[in-house]
């Protein structure tokens, strides 16, 4: 007879409290406090996230792209940019963005989610999120408890929406305790709401495997020979996840594959799933083709997870995972279920490089502009970090894309549309 605990599945419910819970603990990350932080790179950076919030909107390009400058600024702090390093992030970041836009109509605390999904109410969703700011106090942690945690469906259960950028934004709240990149990353959240959410809020879809499997990457192989997914996608980019879903076999399988990961020890699979994104990112990846801007997503996104699991309540720590993971599972479809050649990575030579040549090349490099190249370097930093690395996989693997790396590529080579995108990101990149 199964049990849950040898299935990795079946919580009462992730929406709702339960002693069954398990939590995941690990370290916090170190928190930045800008706002009170005299230190000049400090006081550069806070200005700077300030400026951005007032004179650019978070969505941008026929309400498509993201605003990523908390991202890239944030992040090169870290890796110990200088004011005047910052400062060029910034007014590069600003050549692509665009100002805000009046919404249609304001929001209030009775009708607000009547909204969520709607982007052409970005800036209504910030003055929303901003008053509400004000009726906690300024507290923004107890603002982003409200309206991630409370009521049916609540908020976190989405923040894969929109390519995780609600969930990578968040992180950065976090670490750098910013209440200005809390409201944004609320109204992302807001903004990029989609159905994803159902399957976290409705228990039905989280069902019992029977193949349960403690290595993400072996379910991943799993899905590659997986003949159910074979002539239904033509090309890689973002519109294939709406297409998946909407088959019927396919979404079944995304939903046995998702199940399958058995997390009875959450702590390790959560480990694991980190090593995954940098093994997707890397150990995908040809020499001299460009590396997948979608893949990406995964390694940064699951970098906030790690920020987030300290600070959150526990209840919340495994579906925010297997949120992760139904993402991670999503997007390998999309991008055609490319080989995973590990040696790619297990033998990439060091010649001497560490992790000071990826900070160097992270914050002084040609793409030190490129807002997801540099939070990739800094992801498998923190990762290497938290786990530890003595084969050298991560710290081999971050070397390699360091030195490789010259330009996203995975969009839909045969749409226009997508080719002018991927150029409008080289230029956000400050090629």
């Given at each position: 007879m199964f049990s849950l605990a040898s299935l990795g599945l079946r919580l009462p419910s992730f929406g709702r409290s339960s002693s069954l819970t398990p939590s995941i603990n690990i370290p916090s990350v170190e928190i930045h406090d800008i706002e009170e932080n005299p230190e000049k790179r400090a006081r550069t950076l806070k200005h700077l996230l300030k400026a951005n919030h007032i004179n650019h909107a978070v969505i941008y390009h026929k309400l498509q792209f993201h605003n990523h400058t908390p991202h890239i600024l944030g992040s090169a702090y870290l890796l110990r940019a200088s004011p005047e390093q910052l400062n060029t992030i910034y007014d590069e970041e600003s050549k692509v963005l665009e100002p805000w836009e009046d919404s249609p109509g304001e929001i209030s605390k009775h009708d607000w989610k009547d909204f969520l999904g709607k982007r052409n109410y970005q800036r209504a969703f910030v003055d929303f999120f901003e008053d509400q700011m004000v009726q906690h106090g300024y507290d923004w942690k107890a603002l982003l408890a409200e309206f991630l945690f409370e009521g049916e469906e609540p908020l976190i259960n989405n923040l894969v929406a929109g390519l995780a950028h609600p969930l990578i934004h968040l992180g950065y709240a976090y670490e750098l305790s910013s209440r200005t990149i809390a409201t944004e990353a609320l109204t992302l959240a807001a903004c990029f709401r989609n159905p994803l959410h159902t399957y976290l809020d409705d228990p039905s879809y989280t069902r019992p495997s029977s193949n349960p499997s403690t290595s993400s990457l072996k379910i991943l192989h799993r899905i590659a020979d997986d003949p159910r997914f074979n002539g239904l996608l033509d090309h890689q980019g973002s519109d294939n996840i709406d297409i998946i879903l909407a088959n019927e076999e396919t979404k079944e399988a995304v939903l046995e594959h998702w199940n399958a990961l058995d997390m009875s020890d959450p702590k390790k699979q959560f480990e694991d799933c980190q090593r995954t994104a940098i093994a997707l990112l890397v150990a995908t990846h040809q020499k001299g083709e460009l590396y997948d801007f979608f893949v990406v997503h995964l390694l940064t996104s699951s970098h906030a997870v790690r920020i987030l699991l300290p600070v959150l309540p526990a209840k919340w720590h495994v579906?925010?995972?297997?949120?992760?993971?139904?993402?991670?599972?999503?997007?390998?479809?999309?991008?055609?279920?490319?080989?995973?050649?590990?040696?790619?990575?297990?033998?990439?030579?060091?010649?001497?490089?560490?992790?000071?040549?990826?900070?160097?090349?992270?914050?002084?490099?040609?793409?030190?502009?490129?807002?997801?190249?540099?939070?990739?370097?800094?992801?498998?930093?923190?990762?290497?970090?938290?786990?530890?690395?003595?084969d050298k996989y991560i710290l081999k693997a971050a070397v390699s894309f360091a030195a490789e790396f010259d330009g996203w590529g995975g969009f839909n080579s045969k749409s226009e549309e997508e080719e002018r995108i991927m150029l409008e990101w080289r230029k956000g990149g400050g090629k």
């Open positions: 579906p925010l995972v297997r949120q992760w993971w139904l993402f991670c599972v999503l997007v390998y479809i999309a991008q055609l279920r490319r080989a995973i050649k590990q040696d790619r990575i297990v033998d990439y030579p060091l010649e001497g490089r560490n992790w000071k040549s990826v900070d160097d090349r992270a914050v002084n490099g040609k793409h030190a502009t490129d807002a997801h190249f540099v939070k990739a370097c800094r992801a498998m930093k923190e990762a290497a970090n938290l786990w530890g690395d003595e």
